[in-house]
């Protein structure tokens, strides 16, 4: 978590100056709900009908899994009776080529996200003073639970949409990776302790689990009668909270207690289907963007609300038009987020391209 003392601007005051648009919220993203508002204004303003109806659902709550905006507006939305051709949502966006070995920028276009679920570790032991600690401790035990977990990580497979990543991106590969990726049958072993080799990479291939909260212990010469830690899973297509659950029962042993927690838990989303004409003419707004990129279907490893609309279309994607480097990433929820100003008129005509069925 940032602290407004490690910002350039103050992360509310939403300076912009003569390169970014600074704060928090402009990649994650209110970069992109402002351009779709301003795409739309432009149209009526200019007289210009979009080429089919066109439905705007902004919810205020994604970040803490939507259950009163992106829920409510689905809910409603089913209730009319209506299905979509398209649905589209924040997600993917256009990075360096070098992310996946390509000399071109690549744009990639969620198809999928995973699933979501946090747990918490509970270990008891006796209290005790500090002066005479027994074997085993509250502590020791909890640390010990987590060291295991990270030791003994998921199994790690290439999934549909990862699968088709590589896929995609194969023919634009030098020869010798052309010949890898176009192979995956072969080399799979080998591409997954590529992938596996970096954090960003590591997460398209499984499960993945993060601590993010240990509580335990009052007093420093006291020992605890019970630590407790919080984790957080994103699940990959192929698993599901069930399988979670009884992959944690069987990994730790009985004094460590394992409870679901906090009111969002999600199974991986349902895999949109393609290639499809969708797809298709999504991609080619894609490519006409000044970045020229290669489009590959992609497996997004955090969460947005497409999820919650998943029932109401089978093109369900998620992509901003936004093309970033990679220190770009450590600002999502990070210290100085920023949105680079020179690209946020190429976002306005991509969402009012989209809406015109170009």
Known sequence: MSS????????????????????????DDKGSLMAILEATEALLQNGQPPACDVYLAFGHDEEIGGREGAVKIAAWLEQQNLRFSLILDEGGMMLPGSTLGLDRPVALMGIAEKGYMTVELQAEAEPGHSSRPPERTAIGDLAAAIDHLQTHPRPASLSGPTRKMLEQVASHQPFAKRLVFANLWLFEPLIIRQLEGKPETNALVRTTMSPTLLEAGVKENVLPATANATLNFRLAPGETRESLQAYLQQELPDNITVTARGAFLSDPSAVTRIPSATFDRLAALVRALPEQPVVAPYLLIAGTDARHYQHLSDQVFRFMPVS????????????????????????????????LGR
């Open 4 to 27: 407004p003392e490690q910002w350039q601007h103050p992360p509310f005051a939403g300076v912009v100056d003569g390169d970014f648009v600074w704060g928090r919220g402009a990649l």
């Open 324 to 355: 970033l480097g990679q220190d770009d990433l450590a600002r999502f929820h990070g210290h100085n987020e920023r949105l680079p100003r020179e690209q946020y008129p190429h976002m306005v005509r991509f969402y009012a391209g989209l809406m």
